[in-house]
DNA sequence: TTAGAGTCTCCAGTAACTGGAAGGTCAAGC
DNA sequence: GCTTGACCTTCCAGTTACTGGAGACTCTAA
């Protein structure tokens, strides 16, 4: 059993989010030692290293709850898994795709501020027409 | 002068949002009416819609002062915007290719998860793998 | 006079942590 | 036996940019 201390280090996770992870319900610590410590097994440490992965691929705490319980439950279906992942990647596709229209406009933009000491510039100006509408849903 | 509900109709944000820039200084009301009532002009309504536009971009409110500033100031050199620009700029590319990366990896597996009945999908596992290093900086 | 719409302030919540304060625990070294 | 340092604990506050709601005041129109 390894304190908080060892399970952040063997999962490559800060403690202050492992605790955190605890107090969620997220992954809770096996037992407490008398002095109230937490106690991690090795299964509990795979957990957080799962958890540490679908967070990096942008998946929210809420789904890292459900990909948790595909990952437990050995009577999972692969189906679940796939409409998550399926969710998810039509998430990051909108968002490249904002990002996209963000990046194009405004390099356009850009190529045409001259960039030196006088003070007109097309960024500005497009900023301060009411007339104009920035792409949406950078959020 | 208007008062915030046909500053905020006119900008096209919500009160709410009029309200909280006021709070934070970034678009300060022009005057209170005897009654406390927030008023603003024209040009402040200019400003509304210039914030709506740049955080429309992504800018952050701390960037969005900056060029609010440049905005308001007529010995500005276009210079100053275009780094701001090119910083933001810089960051977009940054998410798309982190995006990018995440979303390759994704489809990759997703592409080899059957989607059935069984339990078996190669992205728990993938994500259950302590020596799988995920696609990084999506925050 | 009363109903409705608009405004005010203040407080809490969002997502997922992160930092810090104040204090208990433990092993090693003197 | 005592101290030092590295652990651990809980609790509270801050991050970003709002958003929602409560309770109270103001104004206009019927």
Redesign the interface.
Known sequence: MLQIGGAAKAAELPVKTVRYYDEIGLIKANTQSEKGYRLYDESAV?KL??IR??R???FSIEVCRE?LD??QN??????E???V??R??AQ??E??AA??Q??D???H??DH?????????P??D???D?D?D???G?L
Chains 1, 2 share one sequence.
């Open positions: 795979h290293i799962f992965h679908a990096a691929f942008g990909l595909c990952y050995p009577a999972r279906t692969s189906q898994v796939k409409a992942t399926a998810h990647l990051i596709r968002k490249m990002l996209q963000l990046h406009t405004l390099t933009l850009a501020c001259h960039g030196d000491e006088r003070p007109d510039c960024i500005i497009y900023l301060a009411p104009n920035p792409p949406t950078v």
